[in-house]
Structures are given as C-alpha cells and as structure tokens.
C-alpha cells in the first residue's frame, strides 16, 4: 500500500488548518480543507465554508481555475465524498478536473462512505494514498462530533464545569457564581457558539434562571454571538416555569425540554403551546432515557452538545457512557463543606479499576484558572 512522503505530510496538515477555517457553520457536515498540488507548487487551495455550499475540493479547484491541474495531486483533510447530497460528488470534480493523485488524512465513517469514495477514485484510475499516524490523529479529532454522529446516530458530548481546588462546585448553601475567572467565562461563551445544542438539568435551571446565548462579551454581556444553539433542559417531571427566561426568546432560539413519560400531561402540553418542543425520552433509569434523548435530538441533526451541568445529570450522562469529553476549569479557591457539591454525582466505580480513564490529558492556564481538558472517547 502506498504511504505518504514528507512532502504529502507538509501539504496535509495545510488542509487540516484550511479545514478548520469552516469552524461550526460546517454543522453538521464534518470540517474539510484541500490543497492541490503539482511539480512542487501549490495551484489551488479550499475549505468548506459553510452547509450547502461548495465542498473542499471544488472550492480548491476553483481557486486553481485557469491551471492545467493534470497530472496533479489533490490533499484532502477527509475522503471525498462520492454521493449526491447538496452538492455533487466530490470524486466526480476531481477526476473531471485530470488529477491523478488523491492523499487524504482521514477517512469519512458515514454510511454512505466508509472508502466508496476512494474505492471509485482507483476504479477512475486515480493514485489514492491514506495517512496513518499522528496526521490521521488530527484529521479524525479535528471532526469528533461528525464522526460519532456517523457512527451512532447521536450528538458528541462536551462536558463542562468550573471548581475550586477541592473540587466542589458550588458552596454547601449553593452558590456557584462565580467559581472560575471571566476569561473562562468568555472561552464558555466561544465554546457555546460552536456547539449545535447547551443541556442543562431542571435543578439548575430553576436555580439560576438561565438564557444559555453564547454571548460575545462573556457573562455579563448582552451581546448575542451571531450563531445560537439549541437550549435544551433535562426536566423529567416537566417542572420547568413558563415564566422562565428560557421561554422568553424562544421564537428565535429553540428550546427543547426533556420528559419523561412520569410527566403530568397538563405540564407538558402548556409548555409546548408556548413554543416548547417537548422530548419523551424513554427508558427504565436516567442513563436509558439520557440515550433515548439523544437519539430524539441526533433526529434533529444535532450533532454536539455541551453539557453544563448540574452534577446529577453530569452523573446520568457519565454512567450512560454519553460523555466523549471533560473540560474542568479549576479556580484557586477552596470552599470546604462536607455537603458542598462534586462535578459529577454518578453512581460511580466500585473500584479504582473500573473508573473512567481518560485517553488524553491537557492542562493550559485561562486568566487565574487552570483548565484541565480530558478526551474520553474516540470517534
């Protein structure tokens, strides 16, 4: 089998960093960058900007209009696509175009690829070389919600929360605001704006009397980021006030409650005549019906959630085996108090070796806190 040369690395990881130009407006397509290539120079170079609209490599093709690209080789961060979607197939505009060489970083888990693309491309007798290695890391984590809505059909899991150095998030009376630093704050706000959907539970919910906007000053700013997620509030017995602020911009800024069948049917339908779409997530215990609302919202093409708390529903998410990464930011204070709560209330390990061991493990400094960052999962 083919393998790449220094020169195809060189060129791949410039279409991981074109790739990551397109950002969230990608979703819930994956993140894609292409540089075509021949004798030694660079002829044209793409990204995906956005859903709908030209994928890599017809926008690096495009920007190589006018050049003989015969002959050329084409990197691409993802396996082109070889279906009919919103656009045409990718392999169809590369063999038009006379390139003879495909190298690609990842390969796309989607059912309707999974190697046909490039399975067409040799048949067009095209050169098609696979990446391994650290390359192939990147490709593949640069696009870890897309790859695990390909694979299962839900939504990939960010689990974030703030703590003091003895691990509590809020004191033993239960104020939280504000353990981290407002330039954790503001990287929250960032992070809000790139995922398709924000879970909360109802505890948190009736507490702190949420919005859930990304905003572009942090916290304390009204100033909406130009994408809004979804808001979502885990409330099995449909507690959730119509007064809520949740409600208040619901016209522009959708808000799903999730229920169980437990639920009082007057409650339920009174919040979806205000505009609430109400989820029933089945199952016989939390970690069931956790699966069951992410299935119901992967439907709607969700394909990231950041979860943000509170701890008892951090607990359900993690004993369903629905967190796919942990983000901690830990702030130099220590509140002490035997009933001040944890991050995470599951029903937990037994034992030391049944834990959850995380498979990578990251920490840089935010302002005066420390963020931990840990993958769990990989897609």
Same mark, same amino acid.
């Given at each position: 089998?083919p393998?790449?040369t220094?020169?195809d690395?060189?060129?791949?990881?410039?279409a991981? =960093?074109l790739a990551?130009?397109?950002?969230?407006?990608v979703?819930?397509? +994956?993140?894609?960058?292409?540089?075509?290539?021949?004798?030694?120079?660079?002829?044209?170079e793409?990204?995906?900007?956005?859903v709908?609209g030209?994928?890599?490599?017809v926008e690096?093709?495009r920007?190589?209009? %006018?050049r003989d690209l015969s002959?050329?080789?084409?990197?691409?961060s993802?396996? +082109?696509?070889?279906?009919?979607?919103? *656009?045409?197939?990718c392999t169809?505009a590369?063999?038009?175009?006379g390139?003879?060489?495909?190298?690609?970083?990842s =390969?796309?888990?989607?059912?309707?690829?999974?190697?046909r693309?490039?399975g067409?491309?040799?048949?067009?007798?095209?050169?098609v070389?696979?990446?391994?290695?650290e390359i192939?890391?990147?490709?593949?984590?640069?696009n870890?919600?897309?790859?695990?809505?390909?694979?299962?059909?839900?939504p #990939?899991?960010?689990?974030?929360?703030?703590?003091?150095?003895?691990?509590?998030?809020?004191t033993r009376?239960?104020?939280?605001? #504000?353990?981290?630093?407002n330039? @954790?704050?503001l990287?929250?706000?960032k992070w809000r704006?790139?995922?398709?959907?924000?879970?909360?539970?109802?505890g948190?919910?009736?507490?702190d /009397?949420?919005i859930? *906007?990304?905003r572009?000053? %942090? $916290?304390?700013?009204?100033?909406?980021?130009?994408?809004?997620?979804?808001?979502?509030?885990f409330?099995s017995?449909?507690?959730l006030?119509? $007064?809520?602020?949740?409600?208040?911009?619901?016209? *522009?800024? +959708?808000? $799903?409650v999730v229920?169980?069948?437990?639920a009082?049917?007057?409650?339920?339908?009174?919040l979806?005549?205000?505009?609430?779409?109400?989820?029933?997530?089945?199952?016989?215990n939390?970690?069931?019906?956790?699966?069951s609302?992410?299935?119901?919202l992967?439907?709607?093409?969700i394909? @990231?959630?950041?979860?943000?708390?509170?701890?008892?529903l951090?607990?359900?998410?993690?004993?369903?085996?629905e967190? /796919?990464?942990i983000?901690?930011?830990?702030?130099?204070?220590?509140?002490?108090?035997? $009933?001040?709560?944890d991050?995470?209330?599951s029903e937990?390990?037994?034992?030391?070796?049944?834990a959850v061991? @995380?498979?990578?493990l990251?920490?840089?400094?935010?302002g005066?806190?420390?963020?931990? @960052?840990?993958?769990?999962k990989?897609w």
């Amino acid at each position: 089998m083919p393998t790449t040369t220094d020169t195809d690395a060189r060129h791949l990881l410039r279409a991981i =960093e074109l790739a990551q130009l397109g950002g969230a407006s990608v979703n819930p397509n +994956p993140r894609v960058g292409a540089v075509i290539v021949k004798d030694g120079e660079t002829l044209g170079e793409g990204f995906h900007r956005e859903v709908g609209g030209p994928h890599a490599e017809v926008e690096a093709i495009r920007d190589a209009a %006018g050049r003989d690209l015969s002959g050329a080789t084409i990197y691409v961060s993802l396996e +082109p696509c070889c279906h009919q979607g919103r *656009t045409p197939p990718c392999t169809d505009a590369i063999v038009d175009a006379g390139i003879k060489r495909v190298v690609v970083a990842s =390969e796309d888990p989607s059912a309707h690829a999974a190697g046909r693309g490039l399975g067409i491309l040799r048949d067009d007798g095209v050169d098609v070389v696979i990446a391994e290695g650290e390359i192939a890391d990147q490709a593949r984590l640069m696009n870890q919600p897309f790859r695990k809505y390909a694979r299962t059909g839900r939504p #990939w899991v960010l689990f974030k929360s703030a703590m003091s150095l003895d691990g509590k998030v809020a004191t033993r009376g239960g104020d939280s605001k #504000w353990i981290s630093g407002n330039e @954790s704050r503001l990287l929250v706000h960032k992070w809000r704006a790139e995922v398709d959907a924000i879970a909360v539970g109802i505890g948190t919910a009736l507490a702190d /009397d949420p919005i859930l *906007t990304a905003r572009t000053g %942090g $916290s304390d700013s009204h100033e909406l980021a130009g994408r809004q997620p979804r808001r979502v509030v885990f409330d099995s017995m449909a507690q959730l006030p119509l $007064s809520a602020r949740l409600l208040a911009d619901i016209e *522009t800024i +959708p808000l $799903s409650v999730v229920v169980s069948r437990a639920a009082q049917r007057a409650a339920t339908d009174a919040l979806a005549a205000h505009g609430v779409d109400v989820i029933v997530a089945t199952g016989e215990n939390g970690p069931a019906r956790i699966c069951s609302a992410l299935d119901q919202l992967g439907q709607y093409g969700i394909t @990231s959630v950041l979860l943000e708390g509170g701890p008892k529903l951090a607990g359900a998410f993690l004993d369903a085996g629905e967190i /796919d990464e942990i983000r901690l930011f830990i702030a130099p204070l220590v509140l002490g108090g035997r $009933s001040a709560r944890d991050p995470i209330e599951s029903e937990g390990a037994e034992v030391v070796a049944d834990a959850v061991r @995380s498979l990578t493990l990251g920490c840089q400094s935010i302002g005066d806190d420390l963020l931990v @960052s840990a993958r769990i999962k990989e897609w």
